[in-house]
């Protein structure tokens, strides 16, 4: 498979999920007005934050590593050792659960049952849900790495869907079960995503005359079983080592990201993870197709070093413009926001304080988001380690800084702490960009910089909705919230048309990417 058709597919990838993240919002938003109605708050705030937050934990500790060293595997590798190691995910997620429910039931606060009846049925059905997951992480990876968008886009939308049909249906005539609704629906959400992906292998490998089923390394689904190999090994030890050095990384980053998953969930991460996620994902497994990790970029081939440079050229720009928007446009909106959303309760305090704080973390996080991809997909496993070591140390300092600034600013001085945090990761990762293309005629981060004409739009634009922001915002009335809304639509359309006429390559990008996104799309 050449470059530049991974290229379209993890375009292809980035746009299915960018559409499955609008989705889930909107969903999400929907179902939680109308469980409002039926169960208390209390209910609802423990389910999305202490019971989603042991979930994706568990997920996110049992099974990010393993992806990031399974997906940049070769295509020449034993498949056997590769799924033998993705189905050490599951008994390593039911440690995590068992370890991570104590912690929920005896460390944590139990919520009055008076109020939250269930709770502990809540934390071991979730944490069951978690461990049901990762019963398909084989497929889930046999499928990424076969770009298989259809089936992610399918499997997860009527996961979604029919979770949220049953929980509605739940809440509006068994309101008495509580808890149990929640953990019902959210074991049934995992159990049917992980069904999807097992009933689609198992007619793709039943159909011999399926073209995607000759390209397969597998030919039938006792092949994704764990198995002894041909070689005797049961693992690949490189990819075993690089997914511990990767285990570490996660762990580091779950404990100095931690601290902000409460903020992470209101307005201000909304844009961040519906556009920079999916993005970050695809890409990560484009980058891990088409480079080879820990080789240096001259001794590559060259065409494919082009593609990942250029790609990640436009990437950069398409981080830096978002993120530049978010900080610019969300400091002088943020009080609105906050208004519309939870009238002066959220707007008059520091809520506006913390979410244009916020904003700044949200430009860094798109850069950090777009460089990282590239970095861990290049690394070698020794690189990875000393990038391990410098978070170790890094650690100490984020809490010391963390601490004084909070003591200095509040709240906002923890925003700020991060900003600290993930500033030093961009510096680690642009550095090592710099290193790798360092020998070749690529300069991919030339898409950290902006012509002076955008510059100049950006800061026009952030100075005329600041003095809109004074003077119509946010006790005038209806109609200067509409006057200062329609300032802004006139700053944004002004600095989106001052990009379109400066950013040629990025749009060229843009157009080439959907253009092949829709050919590809009739196709299949």
Not at 307 to 320: F, G, I
Request: glycine share 8%; aromatic share 12%.
């Amino acid at each position: 498979m050449g470059s530049q058709e991974v290229l379209g597919q993890a375009a292809r990838l980035a746009s299915s999920g960018l559409l499955l993240q609008v989705l889930f919002r909107l969903i999400t938003f929907v179902l939680n007005a109308f469980i409002l109605r039926f169960l208390s708050k209390e209910i609802v705030g423990i389910v999305n934050v202490r019971l989603t937050l042991l979930y994706s934990t568990t997920i996110f500790l049992a099974r990010e590593a393993f992806r990031r060293a399974c997906l940049s595997g070769g295509a020449q590798r034993d498949w056997s050792q590769t799924f033998n190691l993705l189905w050490l995910t599951v008994p390593l997620g039911v440690f995590w659960s068992l370890l991570l429910g104590w912690v929920w039931l005896h460390l944590l606060e139990v919520p009055d049952p008076n109020v939250v009846s269930h709770y502990g049925t809540g934390v071991v059905v979730f944490g069951l849900s978690a461990v049901v997951e990762l019963l398909g992480e084989p497929f889930w990876v046999l499928a990424q790495t076969q770009m298989f968008v259809k089936l992610k886009v399918i499997a997860e939308s009527l996961s979604v869907i029919l979770k949220s049909v049953l929980t509605a249906f739940l809440v509006l005539w068994l309101p008495h079960w509580g808890l149990y609704i929640f953990s019902l629906a959210q074991l049934f959400y995992t159990a049917l995503l992980v069904l999807c992906y097992v009933t689609y292998f198992t007619k793709l490998l039943g159909s011999s005359e399926s073209t995607k089923q000759r390209a397969l390394p597998v030919s039938r689904m006792t092949d994704l079983l764990p198995s002894i190999t041909r070689s005797g090994a049961f693992v690949n030890w490189k990819e075993a080592k690089l997914t511990w050095s990767f285990f570490k990384q996660s762990f580091l980053k779950q404990i100095l990201t931690e601290g902000v998953y409460d903020i992470v969930n209101n307005l201000g991460s909304l844009v961040a993870r519906l556009i920079f996620q999916p993005i970050e994902e695809s890409f990560y497994i484009f980058f891990a197709k088409v480079l080879e990790r820990g080789k240096d970029a001259t001794l590559q081939k060259q065409e494919d070093v082009a593609v990942a440079a250029a790609v990640l050229e436009s990437l950069l720009k398409l981080a830096l413009l978002a993120g530049l928007t978010i900080t610019i446009f969300g400091f002088a909106y943020s009080q609105l926001a906050l208004d519309i959303y939870g009238g002066a309760m959220l707007s008059s305090g520091s809520g506006p304080v913390l979410l244009r704080s916020y904003c700044l973390y949200v430009l860094l996080l798109a850069i950090n988001g777009v460089t990282e991809c590239f970095t861990f997909a290049a690394m070698s496993k020794e690189e990875v380690d000393r990038y391990n070591f410098t978070m170790l140390a890094l650690s100490s300092s984020f809490l010391v800084l963390s601490y004084l600034l909070t003591q200095w600013c509040g709240s906002v001085g923890f925003i700020l702490a991060n900003c600290f945090n993930m500033g030093i990761r961009i510096t680690q990762s642009l550095c090592f960009i710099h290193r790798y293309y360092r020998k070749s005629p690529h300069r991919p981060l030339a898409g950290l910089y902006l012509s002076p004409a955008l510059l100049g739009a950006f800061v026009l634009s952030g100075g005329i909705t600041g003095v809109s922001e004074v003077f119509l915002c946010c006790e005038q009335g209806w109609l200067a919230r509409l006057a200062h809304v329609a300032v802004g639509a006139f700053c944004l359309g002004m600095t989106f048309g001052t990009a379109f006429l400066t950013e040629t390559k990025l749009i060229h990008f843009v157009r080439t990417q959907l253009r092949v996104s829709r050919l590809a799309d009739k196709t299949s």
